[in-house]
């Protein structure tokens, strides 16, 4: 049977910085070029992530450009099917900052003695993905996402309930560092396969995974990689000439210590092995850790994507 296909991908924080001009250390953007299906821009579409580092606001913005892109390529291949009248969830449904400024300004106009009827954000339901329009014989809508980009698909596939389920999401160590979007659950998806990053790497440790709790999905898989978190997603730092402040050394081969080197406290650089437990354990240094992992990760993805039938 030949399916059609609608495939997003949405990539990690700053992606238009540390992205190669080639897009060769990018996962999620060679998931999305290497589907053998549609045109880039036309039935499959990457988007860059979010730029803003501290608090990824404009992931929202991303987010909305690609549900208006999936809403529309729907339109297009089912124009006998009353899509127009079954519109997607809004951005006030997965956004609990616009919902808290809803119940607050609720709350102010009744202590003013007005009545006012607050909007209630919509749940996804049983009776909701019952009547959707489409199924995943129609279409099957493929979501693809690394870090924040991950968070936003999963926000993604929840507004896309009242139209469709989507068939298969890949996510590359998805990430909670948006403070109104709310990723915990994934709703509205067949299949799952997330990539996250091992602990014992020591990467990016004050991040919260998300997207963990699968609702409703017939399958979903989780699997640890040796890698850092912009590793699973395909880019990592080797080099210590490239660290700085919102940098990861988490793979570099060796690391920079300093000790006093005489009785008049001079204090001496000195190297030091990297994360000497997995050094050992693997028998090479972290930047070829590193290496192997983030491969077997998008290895990973991908495997799970072709078992599933999708042409990548």
């Not at 579409?45 to 608090?55: C, D, E, L, N, Q």
């Not at 099957?140 to 870090?147: A, D, E, K, P």
């Not at 988490?250 to 190297?271: D, F, M, Q, W």
Request: charged letters at 20%; one cysteine or more.
């Amino acid at each position: 049977m030949n399916y059609k296909y609608i495939v997003v991908g949405i990539d990690g924080t700053g992606s238009r910085d540390w992205m190669h001009k080639d897009g060769s250390n990018s996962s999620t953007y060679k998931f999305i070029h290497d589907v053998h299906y549609g045109a880039m821009g036309i039935d499959r579409k990457w988007f860059h992530g979010p730029s803003r580092v501290v608090t990824g606001s404009d992931s929202e913005v991303i987010l909305q450009e690609a549900l208006n892109f999936i809403y529309q390529r729907i339109s297009f291949l089912f124009p006998e099917v009353h899509t127009r009248s079954v519109k997607p969830l809004e951005m006030f449904d997965v956004n609990s900052c616009m919902q808290n400024r809803e119940r607050t300004t609720q709350q102010i106009m009744e202590s003013r003695g007005y009545h006012v009827t607050a909007r209630k954000p919509v749940t996804v339901t049983a009776d909701m993905l019952a009547s959707q329009p489409l199924t995943t014989d129609d279409v099957r809508v493929v979501l693809i996402g690394h870090s924040r980009g991950g968070l936003a698909v999963t926000a993604l596939a929840r507004m896309l309930s009242p139209l469709v389920r989507v068939y298969f999401m890949g996510l590359y160590d998805s990430v909670d560092r948006q403070g109104c979007l709310d990723g915990m659950q994934v709703e509205n998806v067949k299949f799952v396969a997330h990539a996250r990053r091992h602990p014992d790497v020591k990467s990016r440790t004050f991040f919260g995974n998300t997207s963990l709790r699968y609702i409703g999905v017939d399958h979903a898989e989780e699997r640890f990689f040796y890698t850092s978190h912009g590793g699973i997603g395909g880019s990592f730092i080797t080099d210590p000439k490239e660290i700085s402040l919102f940098s990861d050394s988490s793979c570099l081969a060796t690391i920079k210590a300093y000790h006093n080197a005489g009785p008049r406290g001079t204090i001496k650089p000195v190297e030091l092995v990297n994360n000497p437990s997995l050094v050992q354990k693997f028998g090479k240094k972290m930047d070829l850790v590193c290496t192997d992992g983030s491969n077997e990760a998008d290895l990973f993805i991908r495997t799970q994507a072709k078992k599933y039938g999708i042409p990548v």
